[in-house]
């Protein structure tokens, strides 16, 4: 029995050795499989991770930029559009509409491309690209009518219009921010993945390194598994080490690609600090290498032009920003800023336009800003020789349209102005009504003539020097400014002197037209003129022949100009004025014009005729459709007629329109004190007071009339040089109403030759 114990008692030598060897080789092949399930696990979510990173790199590369960019130029064609529109409008040039309906049809085409790379968001292109549509029907049209004059352009059109453009405008700003937060979101996660793979892949690569060591614990009496572990380990770091070497190389392509952006991208974290990663433009744009960790204002502002008020907002806006929820943005975006100028070390400024957004976490807040910085230095250079250009040919433009001698005649007329109102503004001290009543008939004549051949800037300076005029005028406290009234003046003279410019450099007229005569093609000059008629003279003193005196005659012709080049003068005026008021322009008539006048009086007539056929177009003539209901012809027409007075000429100006409104003026001078409201005046009284500085009847001021200025110039022009004005009513002694009448200018025997 007790054999038969011992017998079951003993263990077989190799079963024993087997059962040892046994237990090892199931922790080691355990401890393999967990191994390798663990680089299974890790190299199916490395790779799929992998496969996301370069799919959201791609999205970025292939969509989000491509969609930016067009989005942006879209943004900037809407602009030119806007502005092209608005220009066609102002100056009456359909060329413009022309340049902004080629703008919509680039603008529609890249919509097109964008259908192509976007087309998740296909029913929101489609929106914007209607809508674009829509507005630029809305605005060719209106713009297009508004040049034509054809038909009335009521303010519902440009309502439309406008609020067309302003819906369009939120829709493009919505669209390119969704896309924008996209193309973040994109690059954030993606930058996000990359660093996680690589930190997990180091984490498993020393998972496995214990696991090795391990293995070699248990297998160090068995050199077969010592040798299979060995193989198994190197072949797993080899594995480890490529899927660490791909993470890098993802890791490798965002920075390569922050670091070759022509854009500065960076982050501000609480406390208003930059984050340590940041792109390399932002070294460029700022000048330095130490960003990591600075105070955003230390940073960014410290060399800008920026005043301390609006840095301190920044910092303010930051501080409440971020680590808050994310209205919090909404409540202080506008406080961040959007452009600025940045001090160079090398003397010159940048300007920087800067992009903030929002970087929310799950729970919506802020964690922290994303900032774009872009150089747009060379961008708005760009822009301004742009616009310096548009503004020569726009100058050009209005140059070409007038021979070299009215531009002459011009720029001599201004000047003198220009030069007599500097002498009466220097030459007082205070308010002096008399002296204001001058300048105003100065600078009044100015812009009417600069109207004449639509010379913007001049209008313009004119205007804004009239309207100080008025202020001195009307206003009981107001204080004589020297200074002030000059640099007006100089502002004006600034203009004349950009058209002389354009003139001279880039057109090349430089000659002297307006000092030459034209006679059957050959220019004789002043002094040559002179030389002739006094050898006529002499000649006619030795003999009394009728030949003698036929040469005498038109000698004396030489040199004079003819009534009709004056008219011409004034009906050039017209054309522009007529433009403006919506009014056809009016036809004129001449009777017994034959008659010539010399330089000195004929730039006074030349210019009184300006102011008259300027009032009668704007004051007497009546609109289309008035002219309509009262049964005339849509076209008005202003009559020229000469009548021997004596040694005198009188000239006789009238007009087919409804007549001088004495009701008005009578109103006007009670209310000024010419009349006291009690005795009532003669119609002939009351129709004098056209000729009083600063009356008119004019509803508003306007560019064209209202200052009652006009008639005071034309009268103190003529008696300047002899003649002068009167008005002769239709039917004299009546009813105070609208009341035909006529203008009579007589004119001394030495201002002209028949």
Not at 521 to 534: N, Y
């Amino acid at each position: 029995m007790n054999e038969n114990i011992h017998q079951n008692q003993e263990i077989p030598a190799g079963a024993g050795k087997a059962a040892a060897e046994a237990n090892p080789m199931r922790k080691i092949i355990l401890m393999v499989g967990v191994a390798i399930a663990l680089f299974l696990a890790f190299t199916a979510y490395s790779v799929h991770k992998s496969i996301q990173s370069s799919a959201q790199l791609s999205e970025i590369r292939d969509l989000y930029f491509p969609v930016l960019e067009r989005v942006d130029a879209n943004i900037v064609r809407l602009d030119k559009m806007e502005e092209r529109y608005l220009q066609a409008a102002m100056i009456g040039e359909k060329d413009m509409v022309g340049e902004a309906d080629e703008f919509y049809g680039q603008a529609d085409k890249i919509f097109g491309e964008m259908d192509k790379l976007y087309p998740e968001r296909a029913r929101d292109i489609a929106k914007l690209r209607d809508d674009f549509k829509q507005y630029k029907t809305l605005a060719s049209t209106t713009s297009l009518a508004m040049i034509s004059k054809k038909e009335s352009v009521g303010p519902d059109a440009s309502v439309r219009m406008n609020k067309a453009l302003t819906a369009l405008k939120q829709q493009i700003k919505d669209f390119r921010k969704s896309s924008y937060d996209n193309f973040v979101s994109t690059l954030l996660e993606s930058q996000r993945t990359t660093k996680v793979n690589l930190y997990l892949g180091m984490i498993i690569g020393a998972m496995n390194l214990v696991f090795m060591g391990v293995l070699v614990f248990f297998i160090r009496n068995t050199v077969r598994m010592t040798a299979v572990i060995a193989e198994q380990n190197a072949t797993l770091e080899l594995r480890v080490a490529e899927r660490t070497a791909q993470l890098s190389q993802k890791t490798n392509d965002i920075n390569a690609m922050l670091n070759n952006m022509s854009l500065g991208v960076c982050t501000v974290v609480p406390g208003n600090k930059l984050h340590p990663e940041y792109s390399a433009y932002m070294k460029t744009i700022f000048e330095t290498d130490d960003l990591a960790g600075k105070d955003v204002l230390e940073v960014l502002f410290a060399n800008s032009t920026l005043g301390v008020d609006s840095k301190d907002q920044v910092a303010v806006a930051l501080g409440a920003i971020v680590g808050e929820d994310a209205m919090m943005f909404d409540f202080n975006s506008h406080l961040l800023v959007g452009e600025m100028q940045l001090k160079g070390r090398d003397g010159h400024n940048k300007i920087l336009q800067m992009n903030w957004s929002p970087i929310k976490n799950d729970a919506d807040m802020v964690d922290k800003v994303l900032l774009i910085v872009q150089d747009v230095t060379h961008l708005r250079e760009l822009e301004l020789a742009a616009a310096h250009q548009k503004e020569e040919l726009d100058l050009i433009s209005q140059i070409i349209k007038i021979s070299i001698g009215k531009f002459n005649d011009f720029i001599d007329s201004a000047n003198k102005f220009i030069v007599e109102n500097r002498e009466l503004i220097e030459s007082k001290q205070s308010i002096d009504p008399e002296v204001i009543a001058a300048l105003f008939r100065n600078m009044h004549t100015i812009k009417g003539n600069a109207r004449t051949y639509e010379f913007k800037l001049v209008t313009d300076a004119a205007h804004a020097a009239e309207q100080h005029y008025d202020h001195l005028r009307k206003d009981a406290e107001a204080i004589w400014d020297q200074s002030t009234l000059l640099q007006e003046l100089d502002a004006v003279a600034a203009a004349i002197a950009r058209y002389v410019e354009i003139n001279e450099d880039k057109l090349g007229r430089k000659g002297r037209a307006s000092d030459l005569l034209t006679t059957r093609g050959t220019f004789v000059g002043s002094e040559e003129i002179a030389s002739i008629r006094a050898m006529v003279a002499d000649l006619a003193q030795r003999g009394e022949g009728t030949d003698i005196n036929a040469l005498q005659k038109a000698v004396n012709h030489l040199g004079l100009i003819p009534l009709q080049r004056l008219i011409s003068g004034a009906v050039d005026s017209l054309s522009s004025l007529a433009k403006e008021l919506n009014k056809p322009t009016p036809a004129v008539d001449i009777v017994n014009g034959d008659v010539a006048f010399n330089n000195t009086f004929a730039e006074a007539l030349k210019i009184s005729l300006m102011h008259i056929v300027r009032n009668s177009l704007d004051h007497g003539i009546e609109s289309p459709q008035d002219r309509a209901a009262a049964g005339k012809a849509e076209q008005g027409q202003v009559r020229f007629a000469c009548e021997r007075n004596g040694d005198a000429l009188e000239l006789h100006i009238s007009d087919d329109g409804r007549g001088l409104p004495l009701h008005k003026l009578y109103e006007k001078g009670v209310a000024n004190g010419v009349f006291n409201g009690v005795e009532r005046p003669s119609p002939e009284a009351v129709a004098e007071l056209i000729f009083q500085s600063g009356l008119s009847t004019a509803a508003q001021v306007t560019q064209v009339s209202g200052r009652g200025v006009g008639m005071d110039a034309v009268r103190t022009f003529l008696e300047k040089e002899g003649g002068s004005i009167r008005i002769v009513l239709s039917k004299p002694g009546a009813e105070f109403g609208f009341t035909p009448f006529k203008f009579v200018l007589s004119l001394p025997a030495t201002a002209f030759s028949s």
